[in-house]
C-alpha cells in the first residue's frame, strides 16, 4: 500500500512554494512562471477551502475569505491563520482589491434533489449578493461553481439572470460542466463552472484548451491510485478510463476489485432504491451534504471515513480533523469544492494572465 501524506504539509507546502503532484498530498504551487504573476484572489462562501487551496496549488494567493458557518471558519482559521476572515456575505464588502473573486454560493435551492425555489429560494438566493459584490469590486476575473441543476432551475431563467448580471458589468462569460473524475479523483462529481473575464472574451481560453494541450499526467495516476487504493482493502487504481481537459492521456481512477463496491446512496435505480451498487471499473458517486457513501468489504458494509472523503475531494488527510464531530466533517466535505478542479482552473488562470 502507498504512503500517505503527512496531514500537516498541505498548507506548508503552499507557502513553501514546493512542488509536487496535484492531489490529495501536499499543498502544491505552480510550477514557474506561476509565480512570475502576482494573482490575488478572494472566495465567497469559501467553506473548507477547495477554491482556496487549489488555487494556491496553481500560485494564486488569497487575500480574504466569507463564510458564515462557524465549524468551516474553524478549518479556514487553521489552514489560513494569516488571511482575513468575513463571517457575513451580507454585510461584506471588500476593502482589499483583488484580481479574482470566486466561490460557490449555497445550491440547495437549485439542486434537483431540493425543492428548486431557485434564486427566490432563501439560500441561493444569496447569489444577489455575490453579484453585488463583484459590481462592486470589478475584479478581472470572476469563477462560479453550482450544481448542474443551476442550468435548468426555473426553467432555465436562474442561470440568464446570472449571466446577464454578471454581462452588465462588464464580463465576457464562458460556462462549462467539469466533472472530478477526469481530475485524477475517483468520484463523479459534476459541477457546472462559470467564468468571467472583464471587458473581453478570455473567459472561454481559461475553460475551454484548443486541442494539443498537454496536462501533468504521472503525479495525477499516483495521486488517483493512492486514493482507490485505500478506499477499502482489495479496492486500487486502473487508470484509461478519464481525459482531462486538454491532455492526450487517461488518468482517472476507478475500482478494480469485483469482490468490493462502494454504495451511493442518493442515486437509486428507481424512486423506491435509493442505493445502488459501483462495481469494477465504475467510480464513487459525488458526496452530498445530506448523505455517506459505504464501502462493502470483508467484514461486512461501513462507512467511507472522513479521511476517504478528504482524499476523494483531493484534501490532503486530516485537512478538516479538528474537534468537531465526523458527521460535520462529512458535510464540510460534501460541500466543497473538488481540489483539483479549482487548481487546474487556476492554472488556466494564470496562463491567460502571462499572455496579457
Not at 469494477?280 to 457513501?293: F, H, I, M, N
Not at 458494509?301 to 486530516?318: A, I, K, N, S, Y
Amino acid at each position: 500500500m502507498l504512503s500517505q501524506p503527512d496531514p500537516q504539509q498541505g498548507r506548508d507546502a503552499v507557502r513553501e512554494g514546493a512542488a509536487a503532484g496535484a492531489g490529495g498530498g501536499g499543498g502544491v504551487r505552480g510550477e514557474g512562471w506561476a509565480d512570475e504573476v502576482d494573482l490575488k484572489f478572494g472566495t465567497l462562501f469559501s467553506g473548507i477551502g477547495g477554491f482556496d487551496l487549489g488555487f494556491e496549488r496553481a500560485g494564486l494567493e488569497c487575500a480574504w475569505q466569507v463564510e458564515i458557518n462557524k465549524s468551516c471558519l474553524s478549518v479556514l482559521a487553521k489552514r489560513w491563520p494569516d488571511v482575513l476572515k468575513h463571517e457575513d456575505v451580507r454585510t461584506f464588502n471588500v476593502e482589499e482589491p483583488v484580481d479574482l473573486i470566486c466561490g460557490g454560493f449555497p445550491c440547495q435551492d437549485l439542486s434537483v434533489a431540493g425543492h428548486r425555489a431557485g434564486l427566490a429560494g432563501e439560500r441561493s438566493g444569496l447569489w444577489h449578493e455575490f453579484h453585488r459584490i463583484v459590481a462592486s469590486a470589478r475584479p478581472r476575473w470572476v469563477v462560479v461553481e453550482n450544481v448542474p441543476g443551476l442550468l435548468s432551475s426555473n426553467a432555465g431563467r436562474d442561470f440568464a439572470v446570472i449571466l446577464r448580471g454578471l454581462v452588465e458589468c462588464g464580463y465576457g462569460v464562458c460556462w462549462r460542466i467539469l466533472d472530478a473524475q477526469y481530475f485524477g479523483v475517483a468520484q463523479r462529481r459534476r459541477r457546472v463552472f462559470i467564468v468571467g473575464s472583464l471587458g473581453d472574451g478570455r473567459a472561454a481560453t481559461v475553460l475551454f484548451e484548443s486541442e494539443g494541450g498537454t496536462g501533468d499526467t504521472p503525479p495525477r495516476r499516483e495521486v488517483g491510485a493512492r486514493v482507490a487504493e485505500d478506499v477499502a482493502v482489495g479496492i486500487n487504481g486502473s487508470g484509461l478510463r478519464g481525459r482531462q481537459p486538454g491532455s492526450a492521456a487517461t488518468y482517472a481512477y476507478t475500482i478494480q476489485e469485483a469482490d468490493y463496491a462502494v454504495f451511493a446512496w442518493q442515486q437509486g435505480a428507481t424512486e423506491n432504491d435509493r442505493s445502488y451498487p459501483v462495481r469494477k471499473g465504475q467510480y464513487a458517486g459525488a458526496l452530498s451534504e445530506t448523505r455517506v457513501d459505504a464501502v462493502s468489504g470483508p467484514m461486512g458494509v461501513r462507512r467511507l471515513t472522513p479521511t476517504e472523503c478528504e482524499r476523494l475531494q483531493g484534501f490532503p488527510d486530516g485537512w478538516t480533523d479538528l474537534p468537531q464531530s465526523d458527521s460535520v466533517r462529512y458535510r464540510q466535505l460534501g460541500n466543497a469544492v473538488c481540489v483539483p478542479v479549482a487548481e487546474w482552473i487556476g492554472k488556466q488562470l494564470l496562463e491567460q494572465m502571462r499572455l496579457i
